[in-house]
């Protein structure tokens, strides 16, 4: 089993700054690609950014210049460096990962930090 959890996530002033982390634990063989997803209230879930094991990122327009993803792979960690954050970067923050196991490849998601930006 594989597990992801996330840390890092709070209230935060607009402009202000937060750095969101994620660990991955488990039978783990490797692990592929790793990511971050955010859902606001009444929205789908959406593709914040993303990095591969060889370091290729891709974000989202709305964060491009404002966010900085990087893992560390022998820990198994991804983190999400947010600055100048916006009121719409309300949401909860998801890790996601595609992780190589004995039973096969799969994607995985953590639980989930909530990251408020308000005055």
């Known amino acids: 089993q594989v597990q992801l959890v996330e840390s890092g996530g709070g209230l935060v002033q607009p402009g202000g700054s937060l750095r969101l982390s994620c660990a991955a634990s488990g039978s783990i063989l490797s692990i592929n690609a790793m990511g971050w997803y955010r859902q606001a209230p009444g929205n789908d879930r959406e593709l914040v950014a993303i990095m591969s094991t060889s370091g290729h990122t891709n974000y989202a327009d709305s964060v491009k210049d404002r966010f900085t993803i990087s893992r560390d792979n022998a820990k198994k960690m991804v983190y999400l460096q947010m600055n100048s954050l916006k009121p719409e970067d309300t949401a909860v923050y998801y890790c996601?990962?595609?992780?190589?196991?004995?039973?096969?490849?799969?994607?995985?998601w953590g639980t989930g930090t909530l990251v408020t930006v308000s005055e």
């Open positions: 996601n990962a595609d992780v190589s196991t004995w039973r096969g490849r799969q994607d995985y």
